[in-house]
């Protein structure tokens, strides 16, 4: 990159999913790519312009998909799997295209599985999508 060069920042709508190295059916949102780590404060005597902070545990928030109903049925399956206490944790990727379709950005998850899984809104007087959501619980995200 040269000095001067303009940079902007990527569109959030070009994505995709990968689990165990498969990309899965479209989803159409993708939320908790988040990593947060706790804070203790220390209040040192005789300073009193600030208090200390100290990192402690950092936590990941579960990831959500969300996508369209369709026939595939992995996600539903996996998550019933864990209902019946037969499950297999899962690696995952979340991936940031560019507006070439050009991979950007990469989020790795590790040891995931579903936690919660919501059907659709149903409503008779309604033409919109009928879509599916799944939350995983995993043991981190790492930029890949």
């Known amino acids: 990159m040269s000095?001067?060069?303009k940079q902007y920042p990527y569109?959030?709508?070009r994505f995709r999913v990968e689990i165990d190295g498969i990309t899965?059916?479209?989803?159409?949102?993708?939320?908790?790519?988040?990593v947060?780590?706790?804070?203790e404060s220390y209040e040192e005597g005789g300073v009193n312009d600030f208090v200390h902070q100290?990192?402690?545990?950092?936590?990941?928030q579960h990831i959500t998909l969300k996508r369209g109903i369709t026939d595939v049925e992995e996600m539903w399956k996996w998550h019933q799997?864990?209902?019946?206490?037969?499950?297999?944790?899962?690696?995952?990727?979340?991936?940031?295209?560019d507006s070439n379709?050009?991979?950007?950005?990469?989020?790795?998850?590790?040891?995931?599985?579903p936690v919660?899984?919501?059907?659709?809104?149903?409503?008779?007087?309604?033409?919109?999508?009928?879509?599916?959501?799944?939350e995983l619980a995993h043991h981190g995200i790492k930029k890949g």
Do not use: H, M
């Open 54 to 60: 100290f990192p402690k545990r950092t936590k990941y």
């Open 11 to 13: 569109t959030g709508f």
């Open 3 to 5: 000095t001067g060069e």
């Open 116 to 134: 919660k899984w919501t059907g659709p809104d149903l409503k008779a007087d309604s033409t919109t999508i009928a879509f599916e959501t799944i």
């Open 101 to 113: 379709g050009e991979e950007k950005w990469r989020w790795n998850f590790f040891q995931a599985f």
């Open 24 to 34: 899965v059916a479209q989803f159409s949102e993708v939320s908790g790519i988040q």
């Open 81 to 97: 799997d864990v209902v019946n206490g037969k499950f297999k944790r899962k690696n995952g990727s979340i991936i940031l295209l």
């Open 36 to 39: 947060e780590t706790e804070t």
